[in-house]
């Protein structure tokens, strides 16, 4: 059925603008500027499959980690490519928000948001017999121990929230540390007291330790009763969010195409079953409300920034 309304879809648009017929004319590729088999992979993939059969055209997704450069040699791929919509980048909240502050070539008006569709699950975890609980356990506890946090990178989001989140809270951690994974093991060995990672690596192990907050403007709902940590600590919500990004110049007839396809796909079973499981959000935000919350993440970005360097 999803197959059918994407269809349906693209035919309408087409019949209001004869410009829609040509695209997509050849391949098109989603570039993902990280590993295969995270949530930013498994969703683009769906909409690549979903547009190659509602278009009949070949659609592929190409991964491009950046190791110690995170998403920015993928991002600047798609930079480097035709403002025709052959090459679509799938990219979280940094390339436009971060990019344009590191002097690669990234322009705040570099990229046009097609959509947002994903935000991550982060959380910030200890173990089951952590003294603390929540944030504000947490805080008190620090005021007279060390606490060492785990996390996957200083300059990501999620790890961002958290240092705001403690020296709002009149703590910082005593020590930090990145980590390519971050799971029960970590806890359970002892590597860090708290961590800063996604549900889904912890997930085995839930009813053994304690979830601090989630990293979000929402609660995650399969945690039940955790809050955020912008709620615990009343700062703004910022999160790790993923979405799909065309370069300056693409025609808006193409990016409403591209769109069509995506709300589709974000708004199908088995993209609603994997938020289900996951506790990811899964939805479609188009390109107006994209463009704004990526201004007001902007803006939010820069006053976290002056707050860490107090």
Same mark, same amino acid.
């Given at each position: @059925?999803?197959? +059918?309304?994407?269809?349906?879809?693209?035919?309408?648009?087409?019949?209001?603008?004869?410009?829609?017929?040509?695209?997509?004319?050849?391949?098109?590729?989603?570039?993902?500027?990280?590993? $295969?088999?995270?949530?930013?992979?498994?969703?683009?993939? @769906?909409?690549?499959?979903?547009?190659?059969?509602?278009?009949?055209?070949?659609? #592929?997704?190409?991964?491009?980690?950046?190791?110690?450069?995170?998403?920015? $040699?993928?991002?600047?791929?798609?930079?480097?490519?035709?403002?025709?919509?052959?090459?679509?980048?799938?990219?979280? &909240?940094?390339?436009?928000?971060?990019?344009?502050?590191?002097?690669?070539? &990234?322009?705040?008006?570099?990229?046009?948001?097609?959509?947002?569709?994903?935000?991550?699950?982060?959380?910030?975890?200890?173990?089951?017999?952590?003294?603390?609980?929540?944030?504000?356990?947490?805080?008190?506890?620090?005021?007279?121990?060390?606490?060492?946090?785990?996390?996957?990178?200083?300059?990501? /989001?999620?790890?961002?929230?958290?240092?705001?989140?403690?020296?709002?809270?009149?703590?910082?951690?005593?020590?930090?540390?990145?980590?390519?994974?971050?799971? =029960?093991?970590?806890?359970?060995?002892?590597?860090?007291?708290?961590?800063?990672? /996604?549900?889904?690596? &912890?997930?085995? =192990?839930?009813?053994?330790?304690?979830?601090?907050? #989630? &990293?979000?403007?929402?609660?995650?709902?399969?945690?039940?009763?955790?809050?955020? +940590?912008?709620?615990?600590?009343?700062?703004? $919500?910022?999160?790790?969010?993923?979405?799909?990004?065309?370069?300056?110049?693409?025609?808006?007839?193409?990016?409403?195409?591209?769109?069509?396809?995506?709300?589709?796909? @974000?708004?199908?079973?088995?993209?609603? /079953?994997? @938020?289900?499981?996951?506790?990811?959000?899964?939805?479609?935000?188009?390109?107006?409300?994209?463009?704004?919350?990526?201004?007001?993440?902007?803006?939010?970005?820069?006053?976290?920034?002056?707050?860490?360097?107090?």
């Amino acid at each position: @059925m999803k197959h +059918l309304l994407a269809s349906a879809a693209l035919a309408a648009m087409a019949a209001a603008s004869p410009a829609l017929a040509e695209y997509p004319d050849g391949p098109v590729q989603f570039i993902v500027p990280w590993p $295969p088999g995270d949530f930013e992979d498994i969703l683009t993939r @769906m909409i690549a499959d979903d547009m190659a059969k509602a278009t009949g055209q070949s659609v #592929s997704v190409v991964n491009r980690p950046g190791g110690g450069d995170g998403p920015f $040699p993928g991002a600047l791929e798609v930079l480097n490519a035709p403002n025709d919509g052959s090459v679509i980048g799938s990219f979280v &909240i940094g390339v436009p928000v971060v990019g344009p502050k590191i002097d690669i070539g &990234i322009e705040e008006d570099s990229f046009v948001p097609v959509g947002i569709f994903l935000t991550y699950p982060f959380v910030l975890a200890a173990s089951g017999d952590a003294p603390y609980s929540n944030m504000a356990e947490l805080a008190a506890y620090a005021q007279d121990n060390d606490v060492v946090l785990g996390h996957f990178g200083a300059g990501l /989001t999620p790890t961002k929230v958290s240092f705001v989140a403690a020296k709002e809270m009149g703590f910082e951690f005593a020590d930090d540390s990145a980590f390519d994974l971050l799971d =029960c093991n970590t806890l359970s060995s002892g590597d860090a007291d708290v961590i800063n990672t /996604t549900l889904a690596l &912890i997930e085995p =192990c839930l009813d053994e330790i304690n979830v601090l907050g #989630s &990293i979000g403007a929402d609660p995650i709902e399969k945690l039940g009763g955790v809050q955020t +940590l912008a709620a615990q600590a009343n700062i703004a $919500p910022l999160e790790l969010w993923n979405g799909l990004f065309v370069t300056k110049g693409t025609p808006q007839e193409v990016i409403d195409t591209i769109a069509g396809v995506a709300e589709q796909t @974000m708004a199908s079973e088995a993209a609603q /079953t994997l @938020m289900q499981e996951t506790g990811a959000a899964v939805y479609w935000q188009g390109q107006a409300e994209a463009q704004a919350r990526i201004e007001a993440d902007r803006a939010t970005d820069a006053a976290f920034n002056a707050k860490l360097a107090e």
